[in-house]
């Protein structure tokens, strides 16, 4: 998405999302996954519905809608002293990349672990290869094993964590993004580990901003859209719904899958 | 201080969350009032689980003022029983919404609320987006419908009144007539906007309701108007965002008010309101909110000139 006008611009951070209008069809929330010094935003599109299979049909000077960006943001280590895991599946890889570019940008070294259900779904592949290896080494895995360690992300690091010392995992911090059974084993791990943990939920919402209520968490009535999409673990820990369910347009509370 | 008596209903603050905002869930609601709301109103709540309309369903069309077609989106009253439950676990003063096709669904949904705990009802007659608006329209049916649910309800009824008529004040005599308990006055207005590039309106629905700062001066003006005729209460509804706009409502006649859209800016909007408010009754030497309700009213205004 190129900036065509200067004034007003906000730079966004990685973790932030975008409501994207897409005429005619729908508007959805999207994550940010990168954005450059002269005002462009770039968002990742898997064609998973009919707005985003309407995305993927665009061609160049077509219009969309774009509001934001929207909610929290990654909290960033400033320095190298911590070990930092970017945990993925999937298009949750999208605010990932984003995060994992900042951090070389401020020569922070990191690790990637991204899993998807095959080596076809792998994202980003040659961008990490060529943007961030500097920084930071990627670990992949298929469900299927056709490329990388066959099993999923959580496994993995739960691999990585068990051959680590005692004395190491207070210094670990988990950033993560993707499926929410996926983000839910790995807050269980790192609870059980010790580990610092971020993880990006994901909700159904109409505004963005706090006024609809579809992507409230219960019980602390805390909302995706503002007070997230990021939470650390000592908030998770008390979200009931984190894992389990979510509203549906209605706003009835449906499981998760 | 800030107490009041809404018909009945005690509330520790007069800010009250208005219709359609964070009002899914108990836990958002519950939050509102921990931030300092007297009471919550939920979301209009149907006979049956309904999707709405496809997004763009809200947009922000100048800082702070919005547009919306939700189109009643809610998971039906069924469903929302055990949201009204686990509020009223919460002691938290609740007004529920209600909205229907026919009086005798408005009815149904509102005894279910009524049995389930709800401490009043507020009916949606006047959805500027919906099918529904016809009701709030036209004074007989306003009437016709506030004396048929008055006459099995026991808990206090408000009538949501639409501005998007001719003479707000027939409509709200209707209502007052048929036995309401209170009007809240305004709804959303209706209200298009067009986007230049795609020369298409925004919005899935196309209009929308227009809320935020930009209505405020105009539902102050109803409110005034309304208090001329109304002897039941009049609770404010309509780009509240700051505490003199709440000051406004009530020296405009208003027993109460509502806040939404500003609710954007985070619910500790509330607190912050409140606070102030009780700055300016102590500033002023008013002992309470109620004593300064209406006093706009004293003033003579400039009469008309003659032409000649």
Redesign the interface.
């Known amino acids: 998405m190129k900036n065509s006008k200067n004034e007003n611009y906000i730079t966004p951070k990685p973790g932030q999302f975008v409501m994207i209008w897409v005429p005619g069809i729908d508007e959805i929330p999207m994550s940010i996954s990168g954005c450059d010094n002269n005002g462009n935003w770039a968002i990742t599109v898997k064609n998973v519905g009919e707005c985003t299979n309407a995305m993927c049909k665009l061609n160049i000077g077509d219009y969309i809608g774009v509001r934001g960006p929207l909610g929290n943001h990654f909290k960033l280590p400033t320095n190298n002293s911590k070990k930092i895991f970017i945990i993925g599946g999937g298009i949750g890889m999208a605010p990932l990349k984003f995060l994992s570019t900042k951090l070389t940008e401020m020569k922070i070294k990191h690790t990637l672990v991204e899993g998807a259900k095959d080596k076809n779904d792998l994202m980003f592949m040659e961008y990490f290869q060529i943007s961030t290896s500097d920084y930071s080494e990627v670990d992949y895995c298929t469900d299927n094993g056709s490329h990388g360690t066959k099993g999923v992300a959580s496994y993995v690091f739960k691999e990585i964590v068990e051959k680590l010392t005692e004395k190491n995992l207070p210094n670990l911090i988990v950033y993560s993004c993707g499926p929410e059974i996926m983000l839910y084993k790995l807050f269980q791990i790192c609870q059980e580990y010790n580990i610092e943990y971020y993880a990006s939920l994901e909700r159904i919402m109409r505004c963005g901003c706090g006024l609809c209520g579809l992507c409230t968490l219960d019980p602390l009535g805390l909302l995706v859209c503002k007070d997230g999409p990021i939470f650390n673990s000592k908030t998770l820990k008390k979200i009931q719904d984190f894992g389990k369910y979510q509203r549906d347009f209605t706003g009835k509370k449906i499981g998760i899958e | 201080m800030l107490e009041v008596n809404l018909s009945g209903l005690k509330l520790k603050s007069p800010i009250i969350l208005a219709s359609g ?12 009032i921990d931030a300092g709301a007297g009471a919550v109103t939920t ?1 209009s709540i149907g006979p049956k ?4 309309y ?7 069309i100048s800082p702070g003022t ?1 547009m ?1 077609s ?1 189109g009643l ?4 009253i069924s ?1 929302f029983i055990s949201e009204i439950k686990e509020i009223k676990k919460h002691n938290i003063p609740l007004i529920v919404s209600v909205f229907g096709d026919t009086n005798e669904v408005y009815l149904d949904i509102a005894i279910k609320a009524e049995n389930t705990g709800a401490d009043a009802i507020e009916i949606n007659i006047s959805c500027p987006h919906a099918e529904v608006s016809s009701i709030g329209t036209d004074k007989d049916l306003t009437y016709e419908i506030v004396k048929f649910l008055k006459a099995k309800l026991s808990i206090p009824l408000f009538v949501k009144l639409n501005p998007n008529v001719t003479d707000i004040g027939e409509i709200a005599l209707a209502a007052q007539k048929g036995g309401a308990n209170g009007v809240v006055a305004i709804n959303t207005f209706s209200a298009l906007k067009i ?1 230049v ?2 020369k ?1 309106p ?1 919005l ?1 629905h196309g209009s929308g309701g227009l809320s935020g700062k930009a209505i405020h001066p105009i539902a102050v003006k109803k409110v005034f108007d309304l208090y001329k005729v109304l002897k039941i209460p009049i609770i404010g509804c309509g780009g509240i965002d700051s505490w003199q706009d709440v000051i406004e409502f009530f020296l405009a006649g208003a027993s109460a008010v509502q806040i ?2 500003a ?4 619910t500790e909007i509330i607190k912050e309101i409140n606070d102030e408010i009780t700055q300016y009754l102590k500033n002023n030497e008013y002992t309470s909110i109620n004593d300064i309700k209406g006093l706009a009213h004293q003033f003579k205004t400039q009469e008309v000139p003659d032409f000649n």
């Open positions: 905002i964070l009002g899914v869930s108990f836990s958002s609601m519950k939050r509102v979301k689980p309904r999707k709405g496809k997004n763009p369903s809200i947009i922000e919005f919306n939700i989106g809610n998971p039906g469903e986007d590039n795609t298409r925004i899935s939404g859209t609710l954007y800016k985070g």
